[in-house]
Protein backbone atom coordinates (compact mmCIF):
# COMPACT_ATOMS: atom_id res chain seq x y z
CA UNK A 1 0.00 0.00 0.00
CA UNK A 2 1.58 3.34 -1.02
CA UNK A 3 1.14 5.95 1.78
CA UNK A 4 2.00 9.38 0.84
CA UNK A 5 3.41 12.03 3.90
CA UNK A 6 3.41 15.98 3.04
CA UNK A 7 5.53 18.42 5.02
CA UNK A 8 4.46 20.97 6.12
CA UNK A 9 0.85 20.24 6.96
CA UNK A 10 0.53 24.03 7.47
CA UNK A 11 2.74 27.05 6.35
CA UNK A 12 2.44 30.78 6.83
CA UNK A 13 4.56 33.22 4.73
CA UNK A 14 4.95 36.59 4.44
CA UNK A 15 4.28 37.49 0.11
CA UNK A 16 7.24 37.58 -1.69
CA UNK A 17 9.15 34.61 0.23
CA UNK A 18 10.12 31.31 -1.63
CA UNK A 19 8.04 28.36 -0.45
CA UNK A 20 8.65 24.72 -0.64
CA UNK A 21 6.66 22.00 0.52
CA UNK A 22 7.80 18.43 0.34
CA UNK A 23 6.18 15.19 -0.67
CA UNK A 24 7.42 11.76 0.28
CA UNK A 25 5.82 8.27 -1.16
CA UNK A 26 6.75 4.77 0.01
CA UNK A 27 6.66 2.34 -3.11
CA UNK A 28 7.05 2.76 -6.47
CA UNK A 29 5.07 4.67 -9.18
CA UNK A 30 4.64 5.94 -12.89
CA UNK A 31 3.56 9.40 -12.09
CA UNK A 32 2.82 12.38 -9.16
CA UNK A 33 0.89 15.38 -9.51
CA UNK A 34 0.87 18.10 -8.13
CA UNK A 35 -2.76 19.79 -7.36
CA UNK A 36 -4.04 22.82 -5.60
CA UNK A 37 -7.62 22.82 -3.77
CA UNK A 38 -8.86 26.47 -3.08
CA UNK A 39 -11.32 27.39 -0.26
CA UNK A 40 -14.30 26.62 -2.30
CA UNK A 41 -13.03 23.07 -2.47
CA UNK A 42 -12.32 22.40 -6.52
CA UNK A 43 -9.20 20.74 -7.55
CA UNK A 44 -6.83 21.66 -10.22
CA UNK A 45 -3.99 19.95 -11.62
CA UNK A 46 -0.60 21.92 -11.59
CA UNK A 47 2.05 19.38 -12.78
CA UNK A 48 2.01 15.81 -13.50
CA UNK A 49 5.93 14.49 -12.98
CA UNK A 50 7.42 10.95 -13.46
CA UNK A 51 11.24 12.74 -13.49
CA UNK A 52 13.04 15.32 -13.12
CA UNK A 53 11.47 19.29 -12.99
CA UNK A 54 8.72 21.10 -14.59
CA UNK A 55 8.32 25.18 -14.58
CA UNK A 56 5.27 27.03 -15.19
CA UNK A 57 5.54 30.68 -14.19
CA UNK A 58 6.41 30.80 -10.96
CA UNK A 59 5.91 27.09 -9.84
CA UNK A 60 8.73 24.36 -10.04
CA UNK A 61 7.83 21.05 -8.89
CA UNK A 62 11.21 17.78 -8.89
CA UNK A 63 11.39 14.25 -8.04
CA UNK A 64 13.91 12.61 -7.33
CA UNK A 65 12.52 8.57 -7.80
CA UNK A 66 15.38 7.27 -6.36
CA UNK A 67 14.65 9.11 -3.11
CA UNK A 68 10.81 8.60 -3.55
CA UNK A 69 10.38 12.17 -2.84
CA UNK A 70 9.25 15.35 -4.72
CA UNK A 71 9.41 19.05 -3.66
CA UNK A 72 6.99 22.14 -5.26
CA UNK A 73 8.24 25.56 -4.92
CA UNK A 74 6.70 28.87 -5.43
CA UNK A 75 9.05 31.60 -6.08
CA UNK A 76 8.13 35.59 -5.26
CA UNK A 77 5.15 34.05 -3.34
CA UNK A 78 1.54 36.15 -3.76
CA UNK A 79 -1.33 36.42 -1.60
CA UNK A 80 -3.43 34.73 -4.11
CA UNK A 81 -1.35 31.21 -3.87
CA UNK A 82 -2.98 31.03 -0.62
CA UNK A 83 -4.75 27.03 -1.06
CA UNK A 84 -4.28 23.65 -0.05
CA UNK A 85 -1.50 22.14 -2.26
CA UNK A 86 -1.83 17.93 -2.43
CA UNK A 87 0.65 15.74 -3.73
CA UNK A 88 -1.02 12.38 -5.27
CA UNK A 89 0.80 9.78 -6.82
CA UNK A 90 -0.01 6.86 -9.01
CA UNK A 91 1.14 3.05 -8.49
CA UNK A 92 3.31 1.01 -11.26
CA UNK A 93 0.01 -0.96 -11.90
CA UNK A 94 -3.96 -0.68 -11.55
CA UNK A 95 -6.51 2.18 -13.04
CA UNK A 96 -4.37 4.66 -12.84
CA UNK A 97 -6.34 5.74 -9.35
CA UNK A 98 -4.42 8.61 -7.17
CA UNK A 99 -3.47 7.79 -3.56
CA UNK A 100 -3.40 11.40 -1.56
CA UNK A 101 -1.41 13.29 0.59
CA UNK A 102 -2.74 15.04 3.29
CA UNK A 103 -2.36 18.32 1.90
CA UNK A 104 -0.62 21.52 3.18
CA UNK A 105 -2.32 24.01 4.15
CA UNK A 106 -0.23 27.33 2.83
CA UNK A 107 -1.11 30.94 3.07
CA UNK A 108 0.42 33.56 2.19
CA UNK A 109 0.07 37.27 4.03
CA UNK A 110 0.19 40.53 2.34
CA UNK B 1 -10.17 24.62 -21.68
CA UNK B 2 -12.01 21.21 -21.71
CA UNK B 3 -13.88 20.79 -18.41
CA UNK B 4 -15.08 18.33 -16.46
CA UNK B 5 -18.82 19.37 -15.14
CA UNK B 6 -20.56 17.58 -11.88
CA UNK B 7 -24.09 18.54 -10.88
CA UNK B 8 -25.56 19.53 -8.24
CA UNK B 9 -23.18 21.23 -6.75
CA UNK B 10 -24.72 20.82 -3.04
CA UNK B 11 -27.16 18.20 -2.03
CA UNK B 12 -28.69 17.80 1.33
CA UNK B 13 -30.55 14.54 1.82
CA UNK B 14 -32.02 12.49 4.26
CA UNK B 15 -30.59 9.55 5.59
CA UNK B 16 -31.73 6.33 4.18
CA UNK B 17 -32.68 8.33 0.58
CA UNK B 18 -30.85 7.84 -3.23
CA UNK B 19 -28.78 10.04 -4.40
CA UNK B 20 -27.42 10.31 -8.02
CA UNK B 21 -24.56 12.34 -8.23
CA UNK B 22 -23.53 13.22 -11.85
CA UNK B 23 -20.73 13.89 -13.70
CA UNK B 24 -20.05 14.52 -17.84
CA UNK B 25 -15.81 13.96 -18.40
CA UNK B 26 -14.06 15.38 -21.41
CA UNK B 27 -15.20 13.52 -24.17
CA UNK B 28 -11.73 11.57 -25.76
CA UNK B 29 -10.56 11.03 -22.25
CA UNK B 30 -10.59 7.01 -21.56
CA UNK B 31 -10.50 6.66 -17.89
CA UNK B 32 -13.20 7.85 -15.32
CA UNK B 33 -13.43 7.81 -11.60
CA UNK B 34 -15.07 8.94 -8.52
CA UNK B 35 -13.11 9.90 -5.66
CA UNK B 36 -14.91 11.44 -2.21
CA UNK B 37 -13.14 14.01 0.44
CA UNK B 38 -14.44 14.16 3.88
CA UNK B 39 -14.48 17.37 5.85
CA UNK B 40 -10.79 17.48 6.93
CA UNK B 41 -9.82 14.02 5.68
CA UNK B 42 -7.41 13.31 2.91
CA UNK B 43 -8.91 12.58 -0.70
CA UNK B 44 -9.88 8.91 -0.84
CA UNK B 45 -10.06 7.16 -4.28
CA UNK B 46 -13.97 5.49 -4.65
CA UNK B 47 -14.05 3.54 -8.42
CA UNK B 48 -12.57 3.96 -11.68
CA UNK B 49 -14.41 2.97 -15.18
CA UNK B 50 -13.02 2.42 -18.21
CA UNK B 51 -14.45 0.81 -21.42
CA UNK B 52 -17.94 1.09 -19.72
CA UNK B 53 -17.33 -1.12 -16.76
CA UNK B 54 -15.72 -0.82 -13.29
CA UNK B 55 -11.91 -1.20 -13.47
CA UNK B 56 -11.20 -0.95 -10.06
CA UNK B 57 -12.84 -0.19 -6.80
CA UNK B 58 -11.70 0.84 -3.21
CA UNK B 59 -13.12 -1.27 0.00
CA UNK B 60 -15.49 2.09 0.54
CA UNK B 61 -17.03 0.82 -2.33
CA UNK B 62 -19.26 -1.41 -1.68
CA UNK B 63 -23.02 -2.59 -2.53
CA UNK B 64 -24.58 0.39 -1.60
CA UNK B 65 -22.20 2.17 -4.49
CA UNK B 66 -22.87 2.04 -8.01
CA UNK B 67 -21.53 3.50 -11.03
CA UNK B 68 -23.03 3.68 -14.90
CA UNK B 69 -22.48 5.85 -18.09
CA UNK B 70 -25.69 5.80 -19.32
CA UNK B 71 -25.99 7.25 -22.78
CA UNK B 72 -21.97 7.70 -23.57
CA UNK B 73 -21.62 11.22 -21.82
CA UNK B 74 -23.15 11.35 -18.48
CA UNK B 75 -21.33 9.20 -15.66
CA UNK B 76 -22.95 8.86 -12.60
CA UNK B 77 -22.41 7.55 -8.96
CA UNK B 78 -25.46 6.36 -7.56
CA UNK B 79 -25.79 5.77 -3.24
CA UNK B 80 -28.71 3.54 -2.43
CA UNK B 81 -29.48 4.34 1.02
CA UNK B 82 -27.38 6.72 2.20
CA UNK B 83 -25.80 7.34 6.05
CA UNK B 84 -24.69 10.45 7.84
CA UNK B 85 -20.99 9.31 7.27
CA UNK B 86 -21.49 9.38 3.34
CA UNK B 87 -22.00 13.07 4.00
CA UNK B 88 -18.78 14.70 2.05
CA UNK B 89 -17.53 16.19 -0.86
CA UNK B 90 -17.39 14.21 -4.07
CA UNK B 91 -15.28 14.64 -7.32
CA UNK B 92 -15.56 13.28 -10.70
CA UNK B 93 -12.23 12.92 -12.59
CA UNK B 94 -11.39 11.82 -16.44
CA UNK B 95 -7.50 11.37 -17.73
CA UNK B 96 -5.46 12.13 -20.50
CA UNK B 97 -2.27 10.96 -21.57
CA UNK B 98 -1.42 14.38 -20.07
CA UNK B 99 -2.60 14.20 -16.84
CA UNK B 100 -6.23 14.70 -14.70
CA UNK B 101 -9.18 16.84 -15.01
CA UNK B 102 -11.15 17.12 -11.92
CA UNK B 103 -14.86 18.08 -11.82
CA UNK B 104 -15.47 20.74 -9.35
CA UNK B 105 -17.04 18.83 -6.65
CA UNK B 106 -20.54 18.16 -5.32
CA UNK B 107 -20.59 18.76 -1.77
CA UNK B 108 -22.89 16.29 -0.52
CA UNK B 109 -24.88 16.45 3.12
CA UNK B 110 -26.76 13.71 4.94
CA UNK B 111 -28.98 14.95 7.53
Known amino acids: KNEVEQSPQNLTAQEGEFITINCSYS?????LHWLQQHPGGGIVSLFM???GKKKHGRLIATINIQEKHSSLHITASHPRDSAVYIC????????????FGQGTRLTINP | EPEVTQTPSHQVTQMGQEVILRCVPI?????FYWYRQILGQKVEFLVSFYNNEISEKSEIFDDQFSVERPDGSNFTLKIRSTKLEDSAMYFCASTSLYGYTFGSGTRLTVV
Open chain 1, 27 to 31: VGISA
Open chain 2, 27 to 31: SNHLY
Open chain 1, 49 to 51: LSS
Open chain 1, 88 to 99: AVIGIQGAQKLV
